[in-house]
């Protein structure tokens, strides 16, 4: 490489100091094989600079505790050497944590969440009116509602729209609309049942809600195989739509019955109130089944609690 032809080197290294240079580290790595690990830079610093490509490429990082102005041939850790680029891309990879990606909230799944929200106070409002037409009224809301429920998890897995907000708010709604739901009934319920009747499915309905939101807290905090214990099951989807249909009809049982009407129509009334009744108390013990389910999947991490690595608190 030394006594090349001067013009077959780069511009930079035509001269004739830096080729005898070169050809010395080149003589002395091939001499004396003692001096290879030492020479090695000198070796890959050749091939890289008699290279125009990876002249470009490899970023100039200055010397540790040294004169940035200054460069060995024979140094053990040159600015140019392959050895030390790699340690320093390393540490810097180590040393520069990676950026969160900002998620979009206002995803078409998570305004139909927050909809469903906003539908709490319109089926409040519906229901305190006096209008002939209000039972219907306050139906129509919760069936919409029960429909956005569907839509928007289904459009979020199918449309790859899933967010942690969206995660995040989308039991906070369903649990509010139906509880309120659960309140309003239980208030006034459908002829014949009673607000005594109504109580103890829909108590046992708002206690399961309340301790499964606190177990998927505590599950979600614990991390790694409680979580994935707690997720949903088949079980959890038919409690929500026996729930949903019962609660559905029960609210549209609240409409009465036309002027004139016979007691035919006032019989099959009271059969449909008592056969929603009867499918609200499905998905109240779907509910409870569900519950124990969840519960003895956890029961092993509350016995045996995981471990944390004191040194990362």
């Known amino acids: 490489a030394a006594s090349a032809d001067r013009h077959s080197l780069p511009p930079r290294f035509q001269s004739q100091t830096t080729r005898r240079a070169l050809g010395l580290a080149l003589r002395v790595t091939s001499a004396r094989p003692a001096a290879r690990p030492v020479c090695w830079d000198a070796r890959a610093l050749l091939y890289m600079m008699v290279s125009d490509r990876h002249r470009e490429e490899i970023e100039r990082i200055p010397l540790l505790l040294r004169n940035a102005q200054v460069e060995s041939l024979v140094s053990p850790l040159d600015r140019r050497s392959e050895v030390y680029r790699h340690a320093a891309a390393n540490a ?31 089926l409040l409002g519906m229901w305190e009116r006096s209008h002939p037409q209000a039972p219907l009224h306050c139906a129509l809301v919760f069936i919409a509602a029960s429909l956005t429920d569907w839509a928007d998890g289904y459009l979020a897995r199918k449309l790859q729209l899933s967010t942690v907000f969206g995660a995040f708010l989308d039991p906070v709604a369903d649990k509010v609309m139906v509880t309120v739901a659960l309140v309003l009934l239980t208030v006034n319920p459908p002829s014949p049942i009673t607000s005594k009747v109504m109580v103890l499915p829909v108590v046992t309905m708002i ?56 007691d035919a129509a006032f019989v099959r009334r009271a059969q449909l109130v008592w056969g929603s009744y009867i499918g609200l108390w499905a998905a109240t013990f779907m509910a409870m089944w569900s519950l124990s389910t969840y519960m003895s999947n956890v029961w092993t991490h509350f016995i045996y609690p995981p471990v944390k690595d004191s040194k990362k608190h």
Request: charged share 20%; glycine share 6%; proline share 7%.
């Open 207 to 262: 206690c399961r809600e309340v301790t499964m939101s606190a177990l998927r807290e505590w599950a979600a905090a614990a991390g790694g195989a409680a979580h994935k214990a707690v997720k949903v099951n088949s079980l959890g989807k038919w409690k929500t739509a026996f729930q949903m249909v019962s609660m559905s009809l029960l609210l549209l049982l609240r409409q009465p019955l036309a002027p004139g009407a016979g």
């Open 92 to 122: 810097r990879d180590r040393s520069v944590e990676p950026r969160p990606k900002r998620q979009n909230i206002l995803t078409l799944p998570n305004v139909m969440t927050f909809m469903r929200l906003l539908m709490v106070p319109v």
